[in-house]
């Protein structure tokens, strides 16, 4: 289950200035044809009332003059941007930037081409032209912090984000990058401080993003109890918030509060019944509580949709409970061979082949898996009880 990603929701482009927005020269055609330079203010501001078709007519006409035109290339990129295109918008920046290197306005649109498309790695190199010329650039150092966090360059990432608080020691894109940041590198601690610096800069109007988030930190962190306020919060701003509900849902698993639990996975699955996950979520919550007969249900449901090795051993372990040893080993022994290394399967197999009497083979079982290198702390312990 992927957590959310809130940066880019936070922020806006710069807008566009109506006259006059670059450091390079008019062009000759703008010398020559005095009407250019009202068909551009034109473009600029059907672009701000987001007239898309009526700016790119006007950005044309000037294009049909004078080729090279600084104003019109820009103008041209960002109404195809802000149609989604960003590779054909992509083609107007360069063309304006092999006439004027340093024009800003095409640098950043660029970038911000090349992040759409998850080029990463170009987005940074553009970026870091664009601060050649403007360094102390805000929303500009952000986006090469969020670049960087992209590419898991963990080191740049958090010394760019670093930077930004040096200069706007409450700036929210900062502040949430690192959250963001720290989570991705599993370090929920530091993630937590940062997503409740943001709670506490406004607490009476937090984004509900901010609340799973710091959930999401406690799940992580297994502190179940102290993630189910902020998820019950996001649920009182957006009582169908998906990761406020999940977040609920998997908080009152980690407690055994097996019941709490279903009446959230049960929720999800009201608006989504086809949610393999959930499903196998939902059937090991009445596994747990003994219901074996809606367990099977919902597992069965999950192999409905497609293959899934949690549903598969959910049915494997109903079979333990209910002393149905040989067929669990069955299929336990199955799932193996398809998934085999997930470390559960083993403990589990190994498991029935000792609640059958055969220790021997409860010791090969966990044998083969350390044979493949992998190190589990779970298997190690087994064995060395065994």
């Known amino acids: 289950m992927s957590d959310f990603k809130m940066e880019d929701n ?52 000037i294009l049909e003059i004078d080729e090279s035109n ?57 970026w870091e032209q664009y601060l050649l010329y403007d360094d102390k650039n805000i929303t500009v150092l952000t986006r090469v912090a969020d670049a960087y966090r992209k590419v898991h360059d963990f080191k740049n990432s958090k010394e760019v984000y670093l930077r930004v608080l040096e200069m706007e020691e409450d700036n929210p894109y900062a502040i949430i990058g690192l959250g963001h940041l720290h989570y991705d590198f599993k370090d929920y601690e530091e993630a937590l401080f940062y997503w409740e610096k943001m709670l506490d800069s406004n607490p009476e109007n937090i984004d509900i993003r901010v609340l799973t988030s710091i959930g999401n930190c406690h799940r992580k962190l297994k502190t179940f109890a102290e993630g189910i306020p902020f998820f019950l919060q996001a649920l009182e701003k957006e009582p169908s918030n ?40 939902a059937g090991d919550a009445y596994r747990n509580l003994d219901d074996f007969e809606r367990a099977q249900e919902y597992y069965e449901r999950a192999l409905n949709i497609e293959f899934d090795t949690y549903a598969v051993m959910g049915l494997a372990l109903i079979s333990k409970a209910q002393g149905k040893l040989g067929d669990a080993v069955e299929s336990l022994r199955r799932l193996k061979q398809q998934d085999s290394k997930n470390y559960r399967i083993y403990v589990e197999l190994a498991d029935c082949c000792l609640k059958m009497g055969d220790k021997r083979h409860a010791v090969e079982t966990l044998e083969e898996f350390q044979r493949m290198g992998i190190r589990n702390s779970q298997i190690a312990e087994m064995l060395g009880k065994l």
């Not at 006259?19 to 009407?35: H, I, R, V």
């Not at 330079?37 to 007519?57: C, H, Q």
């Not at 960003?86 to 950043?108: D, V, W």
């Not at 609920?248 to 709490?260: H, I, P």
Request: charged fraction near 30%; aromatic fraction near 12%.
């Open 70 to 126: 600084n104003y019109a290339l820009v103008g041209m990129g960002d109404a195809i941007r802000k149609r989604g295109l960003c590779r054909e918008a992509a083609i107007y920046y360069q063309r304006c930037l092999e006439h004027y290197p340093g024009n800003n306005y095409a640098l950043f649109g660029l970038a911000d081409c090349y992040k759409a498309i998850n080029q990463y790695h170009k987005a940074i190199e553009i």
């Open 10 to 61: 936070f922020r806006e482009t710069p807008e566009t200035p109506e006259t006059e927005p670059w450091n390079s020269s008019k062009s000759e055609g703008m010398k020559k044809q005095p009407d250019i330079p009202e068909m551009s203010k034109t473009g600029y501001r059907m672009l701000r009332e987001n007239k898309i078709a009526k700016a790119i007519d006007c950005f044309s006409h």
């Open 242 to 281: 998906f990761y406020a509900i999940f977040g609920l849902a998997d908080c009152y698993r980690g407690l055994n509060q097996q019941e709490k639990s279903l009446e959230y996975w049960n929720r999800i699955l009201e608006q989504d019944p086809r949610n393999k996950v959930i499903l196998t979520r």
